[in-house]
């Protein structure tokens, strides 16, 4: 059974400082999702990782992938509050979820 | 608006009663998925269509869970004698025919069982 799991499950960081959320998974998949979830709304897709090494970047976000090591990262750069939201990963085609990141930016 | 919608946005219902929520994918959107997220929790798979053929059913899914997509248009989920453990959000998405199925999800359904 494939099992996804997120680290940490909370994270409360400061404006302009630097911070990455790690996601393991259990087998192999060829392909990761990254989403957004901002309270009491839906998800919004932020990057999809098909290949070993593939890195995406979209603003203060960026995204990777290491197949072998079953790991992505989503590394935050100069955090600012529109960024608080809890941020999942999701592996496979049927998405299977991680238990989600929720992030809190202080000013 | 051309993105996934649902319908009721909320619903909340007795115990016992059944209840059906609406999701329309977006416009040429073949393959579409439903999902239940439980507060403080990631959503969790519960059936996948292609078309108008359900393909998967997650064992989440007991038989009082039933689902469907005629015409492989609009999909339509429904509880039977809702129990207080189906109150959940329930979120819709939909992907293209060809592509990396990076899924596009509705506004979710909420559901509150008393």
């Known amino acids: 059974e494939l099992k996804v799991e997120q680290n940490p499950l909370f994270l409360s960081m400061q404006e302009g400082k630097n911070y990455t959320i790690y996601c393991n998974y259990s087998?192999?998949?060829?392909?990761l999702y990254w989403y957004r979830q901002d309270p009491g709304k839906s998800l919004e897709s932020l990057f999809v990782?098909?290949?070993?090494?593939a890195v995406k970047q979209e603003g203060r976000l960026m995204a990777s992938l290491d197949t072998k090591a079953r790991l992505s990262t989503l590394h935050i750069t100069a955090a600012v509050h529109d960024l608080s939201a809890t941020y999942f990963c999701?592996?496979?085609?049927?998405?299977?979820f991680g238990t989600g990141t929720r992030l809190t930016i202080i000013p | 608006d051309t993105g996934v919608s649902q319908d009721p946005r909320h619903k909340i219902t007795k115990r016992g009663q059944n209840v059906t929520f609406r999701c329309d994918p977006i416009?040429?959107?073949?393959?579409l998925y439903w999902y239940r997220q439980t507060l403080g929790q990631g959503p969790e798979f519960l059936t996948y269509?292609?078309?108008?053929?359900?393909?998967?059913k997650s064992r989440l899914l007991s038989d009082r869970f039933s689902a469907e997509r005629p015409k492989g248009s609009f999909s339509t989920l429904e509880i039977q004698r809702t129990e207080q453990g189906d109150s959940a959000m329930y979120l819709c998405?939909?992907?293209?025919?060809?592509?990396?199925?990076?899924?596009?999800f509705g506004p979710g359904t909420r559901l509150t069982v008393l």
């Open positions: 998405a939909s992907s293209p025919p060809r592509g990396v199925n990076e899924q596009f």
């Open positions: 087998t192999t998949s060829d392909r």
């Open positions: 990782l098909l290949s070993n090494g």
């Open positions: 999701a592996v496979d085609e049927k998405l299977t």
């Open positions: 416009s040429e959107h073949n393959r």
């Open positions: 269509f292609q078309n108008e053929a359900q393909l998967e």
